[in-house]
């Protein structure tokens, strides 16, 4: 089966961020993805937007985050491209276990930042970053299932 892709860009301001979910929504009704699989990709994907206009732009509105969208007819991969200061190497390991290093019966310490990355990686099949030449790159990755009748 032949890969479709699509690739999205917007400047880095957070009231673009919605631009990105309508189409991500879009692709994934094309793709006859499960709803349920739709909002938690949709969810992912917004999360690793805002994470490159707020921590690697610094909230910087002039650059650009990129986003290529890859159906391969078993899988959804999802790259979320920008140029600004890359994450630490132990961001993903780490930022995965505080999320779950947590009391929830201390509700006053029951963080309510910094979790992104914990969703991504609860969601999605496979996360990976890479530092390239041309960019920071936080690659998703969904398997297909079928839709529920």
Known sequence: MTTKSIQLAI????????????????????????????????????????????????????????????DDGTSITIAVRDTGTPMAADTLARKKQEAIAFDPADVGRIPTTGRGLAIIQSYM?????????????????????????
């Open 11 to 70: 400047r880095s301001r957070l009231e673009n961020v919605p631009q990105i979910a309508a189409a991500l929504r879009g692709l994934c009704r094309a793709a006859q993805l499960p709803l349920e699989d739709c909002r938690a990709i949709e969810l992912c994907v917004t999360e690793a937007v805002v994470n490159s206009i707020e921590h690697a732009y610094g909230r910087d509105t002039e650059e650009e985050v990129g986003v290529t969208i890859s």
């Open 125 to 149: 099949d496979t996360v990976d970053y890479r530092i390239e030449p041309d960019g920071n790159f936080l690659v998703m990755r969904k398997e297909k299932h079928p839709p529920e009748e």
